[in-house]
């Protein structure tokens, strides 16, 4: 019989051993020292720099980043572990203020880079150190358009702590210090939504209206968030010179505005074939002539709700990596004995999950709010898959580890795409096979047509939020706009689902990230693909994209692969994993 393991909690002792740790103030003198002589020496000369000394630059330069980035870490990760502690929201403040303000005097370097002529860029990549920078280098100058002067990066870049990242962080707390009364029990946000896909229809009925009226409550403030968010980025969009709201990040992307635009129409297009075609199969299968919005996460009949220990959790992840290679089952057996992990679920704790990199070692930190589901175990896959991704490219240094956020999940999806496999392959036919196999369909559902709503959401709000604010109900309108045109007519949306956008945190932290879900679970879906043809090959082709980490760009990625991301097709090959899924559901009935 299997020992039930509490999930773990990380030690950021690896790091520093509290916030009182003396050396948080020593790195940070090392890194005030460091930022003043390296603006002293090259500020306004980076054009003047030899090799030699444009490669010294760029290691003292990545260094100072290096160091940077352990102790912001090192912050996020202690205000992540308790959003509603003081003492810890005022450390984090206090170290966030005197880093912003150290890296600010960094501001004219890549600035400078940008702008280096086109000889001088020629003359650097012909040095075989600096070859490496490539693509770092083409990055800035692609990017150099939408740069601003000196003096006006620095201040959108010191006014981001009372900007997003404040605005961010407020709604983090509000959110944790919600509290949900179901039944006379009082649940934090984790909670409650564990409660919403319970088997039993009247408790998750009541727990969706207890956590509709929770959001309620707080929905005129989480309002005015979104319209200070949405105006922030209307301000530094307009300053740019970028014309549609969702272009800044499809620069940091390296991706078309038309390929975005393409797979959010081809998708949507689909709903109908998805979407509505799945949820008509659950009504029927849960005997309804329709869902209300407090069965979309309903269990099937019949389904299993056991609990996956961890210690189960963790042998079924590493070895799906271990069978898709055996290098990638090691590094995912490395993280989980690493004490990097934080799976608990605890009281005013982010309720989320997330990868951190930390430069104290190549292996990063992970969050997870670790509650034995199905679904648990895949987002545990799904953030070792980003472990793996840094590990693999720690080598190339600060500069040139870090991949897109569309790269980045992409490799996440394929491994969390490995595990669901692994699971599907060990049932036999049948109604445990079926159930896991809608189980996954509603995953793919939640990451690709859920995503891609929040996506035309964004726009919308973004795009009328420009002319005007927007107020509580016209924000919710265009909520359940977007909602039922994804999830289609076997769904009834009551009023208070209108708030249900409240607690999404992509849309306060990081507007415009969630067609980064969309995009990697089709291009998984079509890799898969790729992968049946040729194997061997593949797994090749597919390491040498982890280990490259910044080093490459989309567009190589793409032809890596042997794929087109301009043409619908990419996207429909996505889509037709579920379609697929779905016609082994509908034979069951």
Known sequence: ????????????GMLYIGTSDPKIGRDLKVISFKTQKFMNSYKGNVCKLDNDQFYTALTEYEAINALSIKVRSFCDLMRLKKTSDHTLLSFWQNTSE?????????????????????????????????????????????????????????IL???????????????????????????GEVLTLSKILGKLGSNNKRIRKTASKVFAKGLENNIQLTSQLLNVIIKDKQIEDELRGFSHPVSARNLENEINDDVVESMISTISDNYEATSHRYY?????????????????????PES?????????????????????????????????????IDAAPRTAKYNGSLCSPSIAGPQPYILLNYKGGVEDVLTCAHEIGH??????????????????????????????????????????????????????VENLLNNICRQTAFHQFET?????????????????????????????????????????????????????????YAHSSCMVN??????????????????????AGGAITYSEFINMFDLDASKPTLWKNGLETINDCITELEEYL
């Open 280 to 300: 008509a199969y659950k009504a029927k299968r849960m005997g309804l002539n329709f869902l209300n919005y407090w069965d979309r996460n309903a269990p099937l």
């Open 460 to 516: 919308k709000i973004h795009s009328e939020g420009r002319e005007g604010a927007l107020n509580v109900e016209r924000i919710g309108q265009l909520w359940m706009e977007t909602q039922q045109a994804s999830l289609g007519p076997s769904f009834r949306l009551d009023s208070e689902y209108s708030n249900y956008w409240s607690y999404i945190p992509h849309f306060f932290h990081s507007p415009f990230y969630a067609y980064s």
């Open 387 to 440: 472990g793996i991704h840094r590990v693999l490219s720690w080598d190339r240094g600060f500069l040139m580890s870090q991949p897109s956020t569309i790269l980045a999940e992409t490799a996440s999806s394929f491994g969390e795409s490995l595990v669901f496999q692994s699971l599907l392959y060990s049932l036999e036919p049948g109604i445990e096979r079926h159930n896991m196999l809608a189980n996954r």
């Open 304 to 340: 299993t709700t056991s609990y996956i220990t961890w210690e189960t959790a963790k042998t079924i992840i590493v070895e799906a990596y271990q069978s898709f290679d055996p290098d990638l089952g090691k590094i995912a057996s490395q993280l989980f004995v690493s004490n990097r």
């Open 526 to 547: 079509s890799l898969f693909k790729v992968f049946g043809n040729d194997k061997d090959r593949f797994r090749k082709k597919y390491k040498n994209f982890l280990m």
């Open 157 to 183: 870049h010191k006014k981001d702590l009372v900007g997003t990242e404040f605005y961010g962080r407020l709604f983090d707390e509000a959110l944790a210090n919600i509290r949900f009364d179901l039944d």
């Open 1 to 12: 019989m299997e020992v039930k393991l509490k999930p773990p909690e990380w030690d950021l």
């Open 98 to 154: 005197e880093l912003n303000r150290l890296s600010s005097l960094l501001t004219f370097f890549e600035l400078e880079v940008s702008l280096i002529d086109d000889k001088q860029y020629f003359q650097y990549l012909a040095s075989l150190p600096l070859k490496s920078y490539q693509k770092w280098f083409d990055k800035l100058r692609i990017a150099r358009d939408f740069f601003l002067k000196e003096e006006i990066e620095i």
